[in-house]
């Protein structure tokens, strides 16, 4: 960074990721093996980036920074990496990540983290597993079981297309500048086949709308949508809220009124 007069950009959620004992057990965790294809979505300085392209056949970089995208062009001159600088919200991803599969392994900034996961799982089936560090909340958020506190739309839209644990804690420390939140590190892996075969829109329509009320019993929260026959087709109780069923629950639940 002094070499480069940089500046981390607080508006991108720039936090670079210094520790190399880190670098080296985010790529352990993701199962990066000789043979891959990987995309890794805001590489920061290349840390990672170079970690990667040293197992994997193809590593693609995706980022948004003009400075740092030929930054790491520099780091990676060596490797097998080709960087794309542009918006990863916005990204053509079939051009990017052609064929299948691949993996996404990447420090996410915290300000795009869940869309960009929820957006790569509804619209990107080439990438079929994601390792990928978050603020901690969030990660759990993603991974989270019915009944916690942490469940919500989120870990429905989840645990509808993948699997998902959090399996690394880490410490602000690593970071530079150093956040005031800890990270951890979610592993996702897409199932062959949507975990419930309901209609995703009509599905992810109930879901939103009961944990928008989320107090509520779904008798109240999806009165109109969903009427006692409804209810009980899915074999849910509607004296339920919405935090207390699970996936095929609310696949159910979505099926009895389509």
């Known amino acids: 960074m002094a070499a480069h007069g940089l500046e981390p950009k607080r508006a991108l959620g720039q936090n670079f990721l210094i520790d190399p004992n880190t670098v080296d057990r985010i790529v352990r965790l993701s199962g990066t093996a000789p043979g891959d294809r990987v995309v890794e979505v805001g590489p920061g300085l290349g840390a990672m980036t170079v970690a990667l392209a040293e197992i994997a056949d193809q590593v693609v970089a995706v980022e948004l920074d003009d400075t740092l995208a030929a930054i790491v ?7 097998a990496v080709r960087v794309v600088n542009a918006d990863a919200m916005t990204l053509r991803w079939d051009e990017v990540c052609p064929g299948s599969p691949w993996r996404m392994v990447a420090n996410l900034p915290y300000n795009v983290g869940t869309p960009m996961v929820l957006d790569v799982l509804d619209e990107v089936p080439q990438i079929t597993d994601l390792t990928v560090m ?8 993603l991974a989270a079981t019915v009944g916690s506190q942490a469940y919500g739309i989120p870990s429905v839209k989840v645990a509808y297309w993948a699997t998902a644990e959090v399996v690394a804690r880490v410490p602000a420390s690593v970071f530079l500048p150093r956040p005031r939140v800890e990270s951890a590190v979610v592993r996702i892996i897409r199932r062959p086949q949507p975990a419930v075969e ?4 009509v599905m992810f329509s109930l879901v939103k709308q009961a944990f928008g009320q989320r107090r509520k019993m779904l008798r109240k929260s999806l009165g109109g949508r969903v009427d006692a ?6 074999g849910v109780k509607p004296e339920s809220r919405p935090e207390e069923l699970d996936v095929l629950e609310w696949g159910r639940l979505a099926q009895s009124i389509q």
């Open 229 to 234: 026959e409804g209810f009980a087709r899915a």
């Open 134 to 141: 978050l603020q901690r909340e969030v990660a759990e958020r």
């Open 198 to 201: 309901a209609n995703p829109q």
């Open 73 to 79: 062009s520099e780091q990676t001159r060596d490797h």
